[in-house]
């Protein structure tokens, strides 16, 4: 059985606050980047469960070339299969465009049970790729589980939370599922995983390495919403004119005569 774990490059949630609103559209926002802290709970799980069914973890992830910083973290973590997709054609993707793009390269892994996500980005933070991936894949979706009870016989029993309570929900086989902070606690990568990461090769793939990925349903171009149209709001124009008048009430009835010429009141 394969677990696998999607992952994405974040700021560093202690220099967030240091981002500005122009940067957001560059991709450089000039802090630390960071495995999504929500995506190291996926990659621990996927660990962990393929201890307990002697499986196989892949993480992969959709980005740029600096991504391969979120694919290093998993392998440090003792992730055994790292898949970076990138190409230039996948920059400015929206969820849906970048749902796309994981769910056409996971299909390329054979025998693949589980898709593990975080619950969501830190800085996106929409929280729906996941349910993209399923939807491209024609499969389940299980979002905020706390707890993956069992993987056997094409089904998975996993607990999720919810407002009013926890729920169990038994789902077949492949799915997606989005994990929440209370499903385990991640791992510190040791210096043997640290090691293997920084030797492990991450070539990118690009849609040509990747059939049944469309380059014109991915990219800026697919998008609904494209951030590189973010702009400032432009400048508000004010004048400033001073009412003229020998008294106060000179001044008011003035004032008053203006604001009515302009249908302010
Ligand atoms: C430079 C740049 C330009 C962008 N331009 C646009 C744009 O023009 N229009 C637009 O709508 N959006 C744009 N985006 C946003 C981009 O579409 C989202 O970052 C992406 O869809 C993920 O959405 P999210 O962050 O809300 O993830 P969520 O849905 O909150 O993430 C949930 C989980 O899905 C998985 N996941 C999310 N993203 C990835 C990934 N990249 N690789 C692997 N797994 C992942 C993780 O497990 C994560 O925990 C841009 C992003 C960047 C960096």
Redesign the pocket.
């Known amino acids: 059985m394969k677990f696998i774990a999607?992952?994405?490059l974040t700021p560093d949630t202690e220099q967030l606050a240091e981002v500005r609103l122009e940067k957001v559209?560059t991709?450089d926002l000039g802090v630390t980047m960071v495995l999504?802290p929500?995506?190291e709970y996926?990659v621990e799980e996927v660990l962990q469960l393929a201890e307990r069914y002697d499986g196989d973890t892949v993480a992969?992830?959709?980005?740029n070339e600096d991504f391969v910083e979120a694919l290093k973290r998993a392998v440090a973590m003792g992730v055994g299969e790292a898949v970076l997709l990138s190409d230039p054609a996948f920059?400015?993707?929206?969820?849906w465009g970048?749902a796309d793009i994981?769910a056409q390269a996971i299909k390329q892994q054979d025998g693949y049970a589980l898709v593990l996500?975080?619950?969501?980005?830190v800085?996106?933070?929409?929280?729906?790729?996941?349910a993209g991936v399923a939807c491209k894949l024609g499969i389940p979706y299980v979002s905020n589980v706390i707890k993956i009870e069992d993987v056997s016989g094409g089904y998975a029993v996993v607990r999720r939370m919810l407002d009013e309570g926890v729920q169990t929900v038994k789902v077949s086989l492949p799915a997606v599922v989005?994990v929440s902070i209370e499903i385990n606690e991640p791992r510190y990568p040791n210096f043997m995983g640290i090691r293997k990461a920084s030797r492990m090769q991450y070539p990118a793939q690009g849609v040509g390495d990747i059939p049944g990925l469309e380059s014109g349903k991915v990219g800026?171009g697919a998008?609904?919403?494209?951030?590189?149209d973010l702009r400032k709001p432009p400048k508000r124009g004010s004048q400033c004119e001073f009412i003229q008048g020998a008294s106060a009430v000179e001044q008011a009835t003035s004032l008053v005569d203006k604001l009515i010429a302009d249908k302010v009141i």
């Open positions: 999607c992952v994405k559209s991709g999504n929500w995506d996926a992969i992830t959709v980005g920059a400015g993707s929206d969820a970048t994981l996500t975080g619950k969501q980005s800085d996106g933070n929409s929280g729906v790729v996941g989005s800026v998008a609904l919403v494209k951030w590189t």
